[in-house]
């Protein structure tokens, strides 16, 4: 991992397990997470491993301030493929009113 980070430019820093606040970015994106969660598995907490991946695609294809990219832009040089919601008014609801 030393090499790694030498030949990419990336300064590592070591950080206290018994002091988290020392390493605040970790910890913020851990409280989004936490707060996302909360509000989907409100009613069945045992279930947040299925709601998870969800909340972190979002994070990962939101714009960040600090860097103006998403992170997943960052990582991977492009833009996420995302649903658009006009793809999905093109499906025809049907209607279940009674016939005369």
């Not at 860097?67 to 919601?85: D, K, S």
Request: with cysteine; aromatic share 12%.
């Amino acid at each position: 991992m030393k090499t790694v980070c030498q030949r990419t430019g990336i300064k590592r820093a070591d950080t206290s397990v018994e002091q988290p606040q020392s390493d605040g970015v970790i910890e913020r994106i851990n409280s989004t997470i936490k707060s996302s969660l909360s509000l989907y598995c409100e009613s069945n907490p045992q279930a947040w491993d299925l709601y998870l991946p969800f909340i972190t695609f979002s994070i990962n294809t939101s714009v960040q301030k600090s860097t103006g990219y998403t992170p997943f832009q960052a990582m991977f040089g492009r833009q996420a493929v995302l649903p658009f919601l006009e793809d999905f008014s093109r499906i025809s609801s049907k209607s279940y009113q009674a016939e005369e």
